[in-house]
């Protein structure tokens, strides 16, 4: 028999549109809960009109966090739809997740506070953009402006030339991760104690979190790191150098990785020159080692150089582009990229597994409002046993 997913029999209802939040939700989907994705009836999550489209339409922005949910719809200005929904949440939820824009939950009665006092044992997730607090607290914000405020941007880009925005929704995943790992908490606690909880994740707090190591060294040294490129921090070489037909990224963490790497350059003298013999020395002399690493590395392809650095166990990554990660043998052997049931594009699975099997909700991302008639008719059939 299948094993259970670690979160069956738990529901969760969805209230938000765009990519943290839905993120969040699609990762406790694939982990086994059911998830009432609620959204407004004219148009939709925002993320349905995003593009680009896929082959019937539909947008693969939306579709690649929102695949195995179930979708109603309700307009909480309208009395009926809002004391539905409300009954929904009290009757059946576990979980209520939700990034409207800030105050409209307790607006429409759906808060924390207002739940809490007819459902004790819910978990309640706030997604914000500044956090829930502050004299900030109340902004909305998307991506790449926490991007830009957390400091992010400042790091990404060449040293020389304008900063640059990070090429992925690095702050809205990172928030819905952030999401699902506190309801994970939340939920576990649950069971020991039998309380709810509320549980508070924002942009701006994930977009700090990010910076654990920038942070540190701006703390010890006073000093706010630069951005670099590809260069990276605490270990020389950890850089990005050109061969012969493309970029090949290079860490030598440790004084006996430098010198294989040496080795394999066919400069072993390099080992032993005192300016390049401790990490200390290689960094405070950069620019001369990457200049005589790069020399060599020039005269052949990164395919050659990959193969050569692997066999002397030195790490190293080309850089590559998204086509290529998608038809990488390794990435085809981890089974990540998968289809749902009615739709060729392959979309991301969750990055994890659970006794050799990565998780899935498995079907397609739904349409809007598809299973109104399903959800709150078994709520109507579980309210009329109960008057039985």
Not at 144 to 155: R, V
Request: some cysteine.
């Amino acid at each position: 028999m299948p094993r259970s997913k670690p979160f069956d029999g738990i529901t969760v209802v969805e209230l938000g549109s765009s990519l943290a939040g839905p993120y969040a939700a699609r990762i406790l989907a694939d982990m086994g809960a059911q998830v009432i994705k609620v959204e407004h009836p004219k148009g939709g999550d925002v993320s349905r009109q995003w593009g680009p489209t896929l082959p019937d339409g539909g947008s693969a922005a939306y579709h690649a966090v929102n695949m195995g949910k179930q979708s109603i719809v309700a307009d909480l200005t309208d009395a009926d739809d809002l004391a539905r929904l409300r009954a929904l949440i009290v009757d059946r939820a576990d979980v209520v997740l939700q990034n409207l824009k800030p105050g409209a939950a307790d607006r429409y009665g759906l808060g924390a506070q207002a739940l809490h006092q007819a459902v004790p044992r819910l978990i309640y997730c706030n997604i914000g953009a500044f956090g829930n607090t502050g004299p900030l607290g109340g902004l909305p914000g998307y991506d790449p402006l926490m991007q830009a405020f957390s400091g992010i941007t400042s790091l990404t880009g060449e040293q020389d030339r304008p900063p640059s925005r990070v090429g992925v929704s690095l702050i809205d995943l990172g928030t819905g991760m952030w999401a699902a790992i506190a309801i994970v908490s939340a939920l576990f606690r649950r069971t020991v104690t039998g309380e709810g909880a509320v549980v508070d994740v924002s942009l701006l707090e994930t977009g700090v979190g990010w910076l654990t190591l920038a942070l540190g060294e701006y703390g010890a040294t006073g000093a706010a790191p630069r951005r670099n490129g590809l260069k990276g921090p605490i270990v020389a070489p950890n850089n990005g150098f050109e061969t012969a037909d493309g970029t090949l990224v290079i860490v030598a963490a440790t004084d006996a990785q430098f010198a294989r790497l040496c080795a394999v350059l066919g400069r072993a003298e390099m080992a032993g020159d005192p300016r390049f013999a401790t990490n200390a020395a290689r960094f405070a002399n950069e620019v001369e080692m990457s200049r005589q690493i790069s020399e060599v590395l020039r005269t052949d392809t990164r395919a050659v150089w990959a193969a050569r650095l692997d066999k002397a166990g030195i790490p190293n990554a080309p850089v590559q582009s998204v086509a290529e990660i998608a038809a990488h043998p390794q990435t085809e052997a981890l089974g990540i990229l998968r289809q749902s049931d009615d739709n060729p594009i392959r979309f991301v699975g969750l990055p994890l597994s659970i006794d050799g099997v990565r998780p899935s909700a498995g079907g397609h991302a739904p349409d809007l409002g598809e299973h109104d008639q399903q959800v709150f008719e078994f709520m109507c059939n579980d309210t009329a046993k109960e008057k039985v």
